[in-house]
């Protein structure tokens, strides 16, 4: 069983970073696959960025190059710096961990981009 607790949403405004931050219990974390997904009212769950435990990555064509996801395997942790931030990136992010077949979510935390 794995927990995942994220951190770092907020308020901020257009054209601002935040950095969330999800940090994992378990002593396997190097192995899991782990992403970052969003949720905006009335809309599907999708994908934002994901890294493998190799450390490759890849993104939602709408953040790429604005977004950076990346891990530290000796804190159980890994990270979204979130830049040039949008009203349009405002949702619930949620952090997934996955090592098959099992798969964990985090909680979710807000991230509202407004003026």
């Known amino acids: 069983q794995v927990q995942l607790v994220e951190s770092g949403g907020g308020l901020v405004q257009p054209g601002g970073s935040l950095r969330l931050s999800c940090a994992a219990s378990?002593?396997?974390?190097?192995?899991?696959?782990m992403g970052w997904y969003r949720q905006a009212p009335g809309k599907e769950r999708e994908l934002v960025a994901r890294?493998?435990?190799?450390?490759?990555?890849n993104y939602a064509d709408s953040v790429k190059g604005r977004f950076t996801i990346s891990r530290d395997n000796a804190n159980n942790t890994v990270y979204l710096q979130m830049n040039n931030l949008e009203p349009e990136d405002t949702a619930v992010y949620y952090c997934?961990?996955?090592?098959?077949?099992?798969?964990?979510w985090g909680q979710g935390t807000q991230v509202t981009v407004s003026s």
């Open positions: 997934k961990g996955r090592i098959a077949p099992y798969e964990y």
């Open positions: 378990g002593s396997i974390f190097s192995m899991y696959a």
């Open positions: 890294i493998t435990s190799g450390g490759s990555t």
